[in-house]
């Protein structure tokens, strides 16, 4: 009995076929395509404590509006039209109430901006999609104070170069977010998903964006990869050859469009393309062939998910066409567990498998590989059986080339034939959830940075931080770090568990977490004393001579006692390091400085009593700075000083600004 759902046919010569016809003064590549697809990067930060919530997400996505290279393209680096935009949106609440001066709501919806893709073939025969320099989004955000959104970092995105279809995600990027205004301790993840097909296909369009391409209507020339799988019924969509297998027919049911594929290149008669088909024997009782062969070091289990790879079937897409008539074959692959009733997880055809950037774990080019996420019992054995269905079909061109098909004769299977199949059993056992390893652990101030590792990679979603300083069901990370604000004084203990989020649940280990513990010395959110006695003095020098000027600034306060050292800012810039002093000097405009050619007149006209004038202190010479000093402390926050503005003539110095 075949196990598995009919697919969509010949969409494996599809690619093969338009690379063999092309003609070029230089052999073509993967990446000359043509290419269609698009990458959506999810951005999301978060911060949670009883004096404020902050909740930030932007969604970055690219789509490529142009098939072939451009122009501007080289021979190694294809350049292809696209568009990026974001949108999104977040909200903060300060404090108690929900007045306007403690909430805020901000949404961000920049339109599609032109944008270009770099797609290009690897030495190690894969392809590489990348992105360009960075665009900026201005004023497409309402509700708060932000100006612009700069474009995300497109993300890495790389598979084999035989394959029609490179998916994946969505993807944990191990990325930190820095938002502007995001308050201190903020956490934050970044996931992102792509979908590129290659030789005429239409990728499902990304999430919240219309399908480009084909009316709805329209089967996708490609089926979708069999990058994700889940436990559940076989899909109802209807079969590509609506009659029985094993069943010729002359002409398909009527009314059906879904058997017809564009194949080939400008009208050009193709013979022979592939390898020549095994001889198999027909069954259409229990699988009779050799089942798949798998890759042990490809077959991989972590505890929210199961990889498996096995070699390409010599049966996929082999095709002898013959203007008008033509045969082609294909081997169509389904999972099944055993304790899930036999229910059917996956299927799909060998063209377009699961490869590359698309799977957890890497697998060798050229093969088939399926990922069922699912929650996995530590320790317990489930057994996969992967079954391989071989079948054939005729077909014949039913058009020639036009530009509605961009100039690709249109072929139709007319018949569909079974050829046996073949099944091999995986036996997986569970692996048992890692704990992680501590890396650093830093406190101070009344908060704590928590930094970690896995002893390995076990691909999780996750991590879920319980403990002090935090909800009572805790936080989640998606990455290795975490730094926790507002603590009181005394030995505080925090426990961190991986965990998988899976279509069955979260799986996760709480007895397995790692467990932490920080003393923290005593701490009063009462700021510490503030400097007082600021004292700013101005000094300028010159040298006529070299024709160089400068202004020194000196700037003394009184000692605060209990403090750890100082910080001197100058119009809310930091112009020191902590320093143990209660005095600093610094260059006005160091460098910018220069001895005026008036100042320099008068100095070598021997006339002195002009320094002394107004025109010493006019607006040419007359400058300021506003200094203020913090006091640190371990104990407590900083004591900050008022603003001292400082007025001062730089004569016979000038930076070039003003009037003469």
């Not at 996505?61 to 696209?82: E, M, R, Y």
């Not at 279809?165 to 944990?172: A, T």
């Not at 996969?384 to 004769?409: C, L």
């Not at 692996?431 to 650093?440: E, K, W």
């Amino acid at each position: 009995m075949t196990i598995g759902i009919r697919v969509r046919l010949l969409s494996v010569a599809t690619v093969s076929l338009i690379a063999s016809g092309r003609v070029s003064t230089q052999a073509p590549s993967a990446a000359d395509g043509p290419w269609a697809g698009w990458a959506q990067c999810q951005l999301t930060a978060q911060f949670n404590n009883a004096g404020q919530t902050y909740l930030h997400q932007q969604i970055h996505t690219w789509v490529l509006t142009g098939a072939t290279p451009l122009p501007t393209s080289t021979a190694a680096i294809k350049q292809f039209a696209a568009t990026w935009q974001v949108t999104g949106q977040g909200t903060r609440q300060r404090g108690q109430g929900g007045g306007p001066g403690n909430n805020e709501q901000w949404t961000t919806a920049g339109q599609p901006m032109p944008d270009t893709l770099t797609i290009r073939q690897t030495a190690e025969g894969n392809v590489r999609i990348g992105g360009a320099a960075q665009l900026r989004s201005v004023g497409t955000t309402t509700g708060t104070v932000l100006p612009y959104v700069d474009e995300w970092t497109f993300p890495v995105i790389e598979g084999p170069a035989t394959q029609t279809s490179i998916s994946g995600g969505p993807v944990p990027q191990g990325l930190a977010v820095n938002f502007p205004g995001a308050p201190p301790g903020t956490t934050s993840t970044v996931t992102c998903s792509w979908n590129f097909v290659r030789g005429g296909g239409v990728p499902q369009p990304p999430p919240g964006a219309a399908a480009a391409g084909p009316s709805p209507t329209t089967p996708p020339l490609i089926p979708a990869p069999l990058a994700t799988a889940t436990a559940g019924p076989a899909p109802t969509t209807p079969p590509l050859i609506p009659v029985p297998l094993a069943t010729a027919t002359a002409e398909p049911a009527p009314g059906t469009t879904d058997n017809t594929l564009s194949l080939g290149t400008k009208g050009t008669a193709l013979d022979n393309i592939g390898l020549a088909p095994p001889r198999l024997t027909a069954d259409p009782g229990p699988c009779k062939l050799a089942g798949p062969v798998v890759f042990a070091d490809a077959t991989v289990a972590t505890p929210g998910a199961v990889q498996m790879a096995w070699r390409r079937d010599p049966w996929v897409g082999v095709t002898s066409l013959r203007p008008p008539t033509g045969v082609t074959t294909n081997v169509e692959y389904s999972v099944t567990r055993a304790d899930l009733g036999g229910t059917q997880m996956g299927a799909g055809l060998a063209s377009s498998p699961s490869t590359g950037s698309s799977l957890p774990f890497p697998i060798p080019g050229e093969n088939v590989a399926f990922v069922h996420a699912a929650k996995l019992e530590e320790g317990k054995t489930y057994v996969y059986k992967i079954r391989a269905r071989h079948f054939h079909q005729d077909v014949r061109m039913i058009a020639a080339g036009s530009a509605a098909t961009n100039y690709f004769p249109v072929w139709q299977a007319t018949a569909n034939y079974e050829d046996g199949c073949g099944e091999t059993a995986v036996t997986i056992t569970a692996p048992r959830i890692q704990t992680p390893v501590l890396t650093n652990l830093g406190n101070a101030k009344g908060s704590v940075t928590i930094d970690w590792k896995m002893p390995s990679d076990q691909r999780q979603t996750g991590f879920l931080v319980l403990g002090a300083g935090l909800p009572s069901n805790g936080t989640t990370v998606g990455q290795t770090h975490i730094q926790i604000n507002e603590l009181p004084a005394g030995s505080q203990s925090w426990l961190i568990a991986p965990y998988w989020d899976t279509p069955s649940g979260r799986a996760i280990n709480a007895s397995t977490g790692l467990r932490v513990t920080a003393t923290l010395a005593p701490w009063t959110s009462t700021p510490g004393p503030p400097p007082t006695g600021i004292l700013v003095q101005a000094f300028p020098s010159s040298d006529p001579i070299a024709n160089s000027c400068s202004v020194r600034i000196n700037i003394n306060w009184a000692p605060v006692p209990g403090t750890t050292g100082y910080t001197v800012y100058n119009d809310n810039a930091a112009i020191s390091a902590r320093i143990p002093l209660t005095n600093f000097s610094f260059s006005y405009k160091e460098g910018a400085l220069r001895l005026s050619d008036l100042a320099r007149g008068v100095l070598l006209q021997g006339i002195t009593a002009i320094g002394g004038s107004d025109y010493v202190n006019g607006p040419l010479f007359k400058r300021g700075v506003n200094i203020k000093v913090v006091a640190a402390f371990t104990d407590r926050p900083d004591g900050v000083s008022g603003v001292v503005p400082y007025s001062f003539s730089t004569y016979p110095c000038w930076d070039g600004l003003g009037d003469r």
